[in-house]
């Protein structure tokens, strides 16, 4: 169960966090959210796709990490098998809460930095520390502010990019099937719709960006191919584990 704690200098001076990379950890999540501001460093590695909240029926965009619940390709004993790492991988066990500040008398609500004291990369032996040991904030809390800010004004960019998708239609669901595993509940560009916008909608969606953010998406779909590679020899490397040698028959 997590517990979440402002970061504070008095009650967290002695907290480190690991960041190697381990299921053990928390690693192991088959899709993690992301944001458009990551798209051109993701579709050289990634496959990015959209994916609809259950609770709020809002479409957010994601990368492919597996095929089935809790499986990561990219985790590799305690190696990240990719150059560029997702914000939302990054920021564990840390994230953005709201504390309530007084401006001319009245309260707003201001984003700050909070922790999971819970979370297993939290202790008091390994890791990088959160605050110099005579003072202030350490490279790596400095580091995970800067982290969290985008993830911060990401959120407001996904939604409207989101905005746009469905405003011209161009969402369409998509099945993938690796093996003896199906996936569904993704989504991605639908490109014959894209094809059939018109000069001012795609001069609309030129203008703030977005028309990028599609060219990305439709781009990281290559990469693909390499993921559902990686599942396959996985499991023909546990089949060739699991069947007895010919020796032994």
Do not use: C
Request: aromatic fraction near 8%; glycine fraction near 6%.
């Amino acid at each position: 169960m997590s517990k979440v704690e402002l970061v504070n200098n008095k009650d967290h001076h002695k907290i480190k966090v690991m960041t190697h990379r381990s299921s053990q950890l928390g690693d192991d999540v088959s899709i993690t959210g992301v944001f458009p501001s990551e798209f051109v460093q993701l579709q050289n590695e990634y496959v990015i796709f959209f994916k609809k909240n259950a609770q709020t029926g809002l479409f957010h965009s994601v990368v492919l990490l597996g095929f089935v619940e809790r499986e990561n390709l990219y985790l590799e004993s305690d190696n990240w098998m990719a150059e560029y790492m997702p914000l939302s991988i990054l920021r564990a066990p840390f994230l953005i809460g709201f504390t309530e500040h007084i401006n001319n008398g009245v309260p707003e609500q201001v984003a700050a930095v909070h922790i999971d004291v819970a979370h297993p990369r939290v202790n008091h032996e390994r890791g990088e520390p959160l605050f110099l040991e005579h003072g202030g904030n350490s490279e790596y809390l400095t580091q995970i502010n800067s982290v969290l800010q985008a993830i911060h004004h990401g959120h407001a960019d996904d939604e409207a990019f989101m905005q746009s998708l469905l405003k011209y239609e161009l969402l369409e669901s998509a099945t993938l099937k690796v093996g003896s595993d199906t996936l569904t509940g993704l989504y991605t560009i639908n490109e014959d719709n894209l094809r059939q916008l018109d000069a001012s909608a795609l001069e609309a969606l030129h203008q703030v960006g977005y028309l990028q953010h599609i060219y990305m998406v439709m781009a990281s779909l290559g990469q693909l191919k390499n993921l559902v590679n990686v599942k396959l020899n996985q499991n023909q490397q546990q089949s060739e584990r699991q069947s007895p040698s010919q020796s032994e028959a």
